[in-house]
């Protein structure tokens, strides 16, 4: 862990709410980013947010020092946006809005626009839709294990440290999500146009 | 499908992670150089694994990071007061009591020290407060020499490992494995009495994991290395692992002694670790320092190859 980080969390143990500033500053996008890739919409993502740093802040005292906050915060987010998935799924609750499950923010939109081929603006456009519809159409469990992985870069020992399960179980949570991707994405997976770029790459 | 392509490709996932053991990477590798069905599968799950960088994560409205702040702090202000910060209030009272009787008892004591007969007598409480900060200092010197001794020992574990599984039979070879973690090399140097019997360099060079597998690797050689050129002559010691990171590339570690371990020398010194690509036919030579071992693998004529760790010994 970084040394300000360790100094941050000794500052918000005594109650300064100024580390806790720093500290929201620093990993809010992280947060939101899995919140909103877990509930599919804003509002949902929001409360996650909301609820994961009243968690940091109520909760620090209980964080070990030797582990990482990293991995803390990811557990505490993905527990609440899971939490929170699950809650509206036994309601059978429709999510309040659909801003962000199909379409590109216009933040994105705008982004895109900026590139000069529209043909390949089209392309791509139609491409990330095709795989945020794919990936949002995974089981819970599978899209949760996708997100961290090919989405946060995280290794399998620190996705089961996150959900609390063994490695195995993310390995074949990973399995099964990517071979239900693969038949998914298929015209795009079997186009020979699509440039393939590995991990490494 | 046949049965083995069914298994093969149930691991082609963690193949894709490099995730598998060192054994099963190498059955899964050379599977797919003769089955096309499996290659194919291979392929599109990492056409599939291409697709998702594509993807990029919704964005929240404009300004929402701006007002996060603002919002949390509202909320937080409607929220009571954790407990922790009540005991936190309690134990700092608490300290600052207790700091306060210590000075008062310290400035008695030092009064009563200016009448040193019979204070004991008239003031037992004193003479008891007196043994037990003795004991207290003892004891936290006690604890500090523990400390200095554990910190000693992880800087000796962190040592690329070796040792042979198998009681090492007499002159012949050395059984190297090594385990498939990243090697981290280091120093380590034998104590003052150095001129040792087999056991106890043996109980310095531990191996961490076991992996038989390199040794039944195709092409790889154990280095023989005799036991009793091992304690009075020196000689380098190698170590081979497959990197999780890249399967394609072997980790080659060497220990080398410039010094007979009858010097009292640093028994493995200086320590290299140098990555090649598996297909490398690697000709171990009498190299005895870590700059041998890079003029070695930098003379292979491979197309790319790359060192990734190479550890100063005297740095360390």
């Known amino acids: ?201 | 499908m046949k049965p083995q392509c069914c298994s093969i490709q149930r691991c082609l996932s963690d193949y894709i992670d490099y995730t598998l053991s060192v054994r099963q990477t190498i059955i899964v590798a050379q599977h797919l150089r003769f089955c096309r069905d499996c290659q194919l599968e291979l392929k599109s799950l990492r056409r599939t694994e291409a697709l998702l960088r594509v993807h990029v994560p919704p964005q929240p409205p404009e300004g929402y990071y701006d007002q996060f702040g603002e919002q949390l702090q509202r909320l937080i202000e409607k929220q009571p007061r954790p407990i922790w910060w009540g005991v936190t209030a309690f134990s700092q009272a608490i300290t600052w009591r207790f700091q306060e009787f210590l000075h008062q008892s310290i400035s008695s004591f030092s009064k009563l020290i200016s009448f040193p007969i019979g204070w004991v007598k008239q003031s037992p409480a004193y003479a008891w407060m007196l043994l037990i900060v003795l004991i207290s200092l003892s004891a936290y010197q006690s604890f500090q020499t523990q400390e200095q001794d554990r910190s000693d020992t992880v800087n000796l574990s962190q040592v690329v490992k070796v040792q042979p599984t198998a009681p090492p039979k007499e002159g012949g070879n050395r059984e190297v494995i090594s385990n498939r973690e990243r090697l981290v090399a280091t120093t380590q140097t034998l104590p003052e009495n150095a001129v040792q019997s087999r056991q106890d360099i043996d109980k310095e060079i531990e191996v961490v994991g076991s992996l038989a597998e390199l040794s039944r690797w195709e092409g790889y050689q154990p280095d023989p290395v005799s036991d009793s050129n091992f304690i009075n002559d020196s000689d380098t010691f190698k170590a081979m692992a497959i990197d999780d990171t890249s399967p394609d590339l072997v980790t080659v570690a060497q220990l080398s002694s410039p010094e007979p371990i009858a010097a009292k020398e640093n028994f493995s010194q200086p320590l290299g670790v140098v990555a090649i690509p598996t297909s490398a036919e690697i000709g171990w030579s009498d190299n005895r320092s870590l700059n041998g071992v890079v003029e070695m693998l930098m003379n292979v004529p491979l197309p790319s190859f790359s060192i990734t760790e190479v550890y100063d010994s005297v740095k360390l």
């Open chain 1, 1 to 201: 862990m970084e040394r300000i980080e360790t100094l941050l969390i000794d500052e918000l143990r005594e109650g300064d709410m100024a580390a806790l500033a720093i500290l929201v500053e620093k990993y809010k996008r992280l947060v939101y980013r899995v919140a909103i890739q877990i509930t599919k919409n804003h509002e949902d993502a929001n409360d996650v947010m909301q609820d994961t740093f009243l968690k940091v802040y109520e909760s620090i005292h209980s964080f070990r020092k030797d582990a990482a906050f990293e991995t803390w915060l990811y557990r505490i987010v993905v527990n609440h946006a899971t939490n929170l998935v699950k809650r509206r799924e036994r309601r059978r609750e429709s999510p309040l809005s659909s801003t962000s499950e199909m379409e590109i923010h216009p933040d994105l939109r705008r982004a895109t626009d900026l590139a000069n081929n529209p043909h390949l603006n089209l392309e791509r456009k139609e491409r990330q839709r095709w795989v945020t519809q794919a990936v949002n159409s995974l089981p819970l469990k599978q899209r949760t294990v996708v997100i961290l992985h090919e989405f946060e870069g995280l290794t399998h020992p620190e996705i089961a440290s996150i959900l609390n399960c063994s490695e195995g179980t993310v390995r074949s949570r990973l399995h099964y999500a990517r071979h239900k991707l693969k038949d998914l994405l298929k015209p795009y997976v079997d186009a020979t146009d699509f440039p393939l770029t590995t991990k490494n790459d």
